[in-house]
Nanobody, 119 residues
């Protein structure tokens, strides 16, 4: 079955960096796009970054993280990364990775990893 396991969250000061990892299993990882979402307390869940599957590895970012966050994937390790630099307090949230697959399409979510940006 599809499993997504996030790791790498923690407490970091403003301006600091973290690298999140999403380890995937249960499907042909290289073929599917993976997205990172986040949800801050009291706010709606929002997509932060996505990377396409198959050939290309095209990326997309939420405007507020462009230039600070980088999404990448290692298909040999079935893992997607989110490198987060110049972190701000407003980046504080639970971060989730997701994959959508199947007909009809089903979106799978990991349990999330908490990122707290605070001095």
């Amino acid at each position: 079955q599809v499993q997504l396991v996030e790791s790498g969250g923690g407490l970091v000061q403003p301006g600091g960096s973290l690298r999140l990892s999403c380890a995937a299993s249960g499907f042909t990882f290289s073929l599917y796009a993976i997205s990172w979402y986040r949800q801050a307390p009291g706010k709606e869940r929002e997509v932060v970054a996505s990377i396409s599957g198959a050939a290309g590895g095209r990326t997309n970012y939420k405007d507020s993280v462009k230039g600070r966050f980088t999404i990448s994937r290692d298909n040999a390790k079935n893992t997607v990364y989110l490198q987060m630099n110049s972190l701000k307090p407003e980046d504080t949230a639970m971060y989730y990775c997701t994959v959508s697959r199947g007909v009809p399409s089903v979106t799978y979510w990991g349990k999330g990893t908490l990122v707290t940006v605070s001095s």
